[in-house]
């Protein structure tokens, strides 16, 4: 009974109500758009930079990332990768090797960053066969090819089957110098990445800097990328802390964090703007529906309704009001972000060249997570509650004859 009155309520001023209710439409949907816009673009960042390369958590040898150099290399130990593997939630471990060299073709020179990577393991953390865009995967340890970064591969005019020749610094001063054939280009998402990168079978990488059997780290995979940071204690408390560092993916790259929690915080505010401005349009909406009514009210309760049941009508109907004006803005955000989601938005020219500087994909693929659009109707329809409180208290409070003569 008390739902029937409530939207037979909202119907007594058509216009007035469609207004609202377009007000609250508009502005879920646009801030379902937005925060998923956000959203994807926050978890495309991540999988380029840390999913796609650096790993959600990686092991180190103690001093490692604070002098990131060759010497500091690890021998590699069956007893530490086991005790990685028995952590629940790994799905993986991987070796690798890393290191500089200078990158060179027949005309062209290039610093590159040269990862040794064992392609038996790697693939389960990285799938690197998904981002060859030319080529072939490579296949052993020992192989004696490359996988080069596409942007890498245009600075040198390199293409498949041609050769690159890389020169540098390796274990404990040593010269390092090696020929290899290039199998393929890779793309990984990251503009920084694909400048410079140059992939070796971790056997050849090893021969290549004279670092038999050593590792620079182990990266581990994991299928819940959101538990890093449990993953990483846990392998703490299970190896010998005084050894070896345990980095999650927010340690190994602090920058893309705090980044995100700044860019987060002005999105934030733009989207607080937003509702500031419709709470205006709502809070009118409820004022007038007390205010016009308040003879009504009145000769109700002089009749002897309860305070209580009129205050209960008008909190569901401002409570209908929000849920309809949010259900419909959220079911159109929806396809439209289920579409840009498989159609994410690519950026071009002075853009591009922006967000590529920054060592971002110009690209914004939308998040379609149905917490963003529950998010955005709880919100409003905490913000129509709120809002409702003081004509709610208006009516508890009613004098009959001052109603009366209103």
């Known amino acids: 009974m008390y739902l029937l009155l409530a939207w037979r309520d909202l119907w007594r001023n058509k216009r007035r109500t469609l207004i609202t209710l377009a007000a609250i439409f508009f502005a879920v949907l646009l801030s379902c758009i937005m925060r998923s816009a956000q959203m994807g673009a926050y978890d495309n960042m991540i999988r380029n930079s840390v ?6 958590v990686q092991v180190h040898q103690a001093g490692y990332w604070d002098d990131r150099t060759l010497d500091n290399a690890f021998p590699s130990s069956d007893s530490l990768l086991r005790a990685v593997r028995a952590v629940e939630g790994v799905t993986d471990v991987a070796e690798r090797l890393e290191s500089f060299a200078l990158a060179a073709s027949r005309d062209q020179t290039n610093g590159a960053l040269v990862v040794g990577f064992d392609p038996a393991h790697e693939p389960a953390i990285r799938n690197t066969a998904d981002r060859i865009t030319q080529g072939a995967r490579l296949e052993t340890i020992d192989e004696q090819a490359a996988l080069l970064g596409k942007d890498l591969a245009d600075r040198l005019g390199l293409g498949v089957s041609d050769s690159v020749v ?14 290899y054939r290039v199998k393929g280009l890779i793309d990984l998402g990251s503009p920084d990445l694909n400048k410079r990168a140059v992939f070796l079978p971790l056997g050849t990488a090893r021969q290549l800097y004279g670092a038999d059997d050593l590792a620079t780290s182990l990266v581990i995979g994991t299928d819940r990328p959101g538990d890093a940071t449990a993953i990483a204690d846990a392998i703490r408390r299970g190896t010998d802390g005084h050894r070896w560092e345990v980095m999650d993916w927010k340690q190994l790259v602090p ?14 505010i733009t989207l607080a703007i937003l509702y500031i401005v419709i709470a205006f349009g709502i809070f009118g909406t409820l004022l007038m529906m007390y205010t016009e009514r308040i ?29 309809l004006g949010a259900l419909l803005g959220g079911l159109t955000a929806m396809p439209v972000v289920m579409y840009f989601q498989a159609n994410p938005i690519r950026f071009t020219g ?17 998040m379609n997570d149905p917490w963003i659009f529950a998010a955005q109707a709880a919100i409003v329809l905490g913000i129509t509650l709120f809002l409702g409180l003081y004509p709610t208290l208006k ?4 004098v009959p004859i001052r109603a009366l003569r209103a």
């Open 255 to 268: 920058e893309l964090v705090q980044f995100i929690e700044v860019d987060n915080s002005f999105a934030l």
């Open 395 to 398: 009516i508890l409070r009613l």
């Open 295 to 323: 003879h009504e009210f009145g000769v109700m309760t002089a009749v002897g309704m309860g305070r209580g049941r009129l205050a209960t009508v008008f909190v569901l109907g401002s409570a209908i009001m929000a849920l």
């Open 166 to 179: 890389l020169l540098g610094s390796g274990y404990h001063g040593s010269f390092a110098a090696g020929k």
């Open 51 to 56: 999913g796609h390369f650096v790993g959600y």
């Open 350 to 366: 002075e853009l591009a060249q922006v967000y590529e500087t920054y060592g971002f994909e110009p690209i914004i693929p939308f």
